[in-house]
Nanobody, 125 residues
Framework: QVQLVESGGGLVQAGGSLRLACATS????????MAWFRQAPGKEREFVAT???????DYADSVKGRFTISRDNAKNTGYLQMNSLKPEDTAVYYC???????????????????WGQGTQVTVSS
């Protein structure tokens, strides 16, 4: 059974930092790209960051330079380090995994077939 479990969310003041973790099981983590998405109240889910099998990364323009995605294949866990947080970063953050092979659009949530339950991040001004 595939599981993705996010942790590390919480309430932080603007300018602060949080580190989200995505603990996974039930699939070949080291052979699967992963990504982070977020959804703010009343808005559609949006791409935040992804890390490819090669280790290269991509970020949404809104978080570039502030967020860092990483993965520890030995622990089957992905991370999202979030610095210089802003109130507009407030959202539920989801990690996602893709176990299909072949080409795909990393920023499209339809490209991922497994999702965590989400963790709330609230940034106060």
């Amino acid at each position: 059974q595939v599981q993705l479990v996010e942790s590390g969310g919480g309430l932080v003041q603007a300018g602060g930092s949080l580190r989200l973790a995505c603990a996974t099981s039930g699939y070949a983590f080291s052979r699967s790209p992963m990504a982070w998405f977020r959804q703010a109240p009343g808005k559609e889910r949006e791409f935040v960051a992804t890390i490819y099998l090669s280790g290269s990364t991509d970020y949404a323009d809104s978080v570039k330079g502030r967020f860092t995605i990483s993965r520890d294949n030995a622990k089957n866990t992905g991370y999202l380090q979030m610095n210089s947080l802003k109130p507009e970063d407030t959202a539920v953050y989801y990690c996602a995994a893709r176990t299909y092979t072949g080409g795909y659009y990393a920023t499209n949530d339809n490209s991922y077939n497994y999702w965590g339950q989400g963790t709330q991040v609230t940034v106060s001004s």
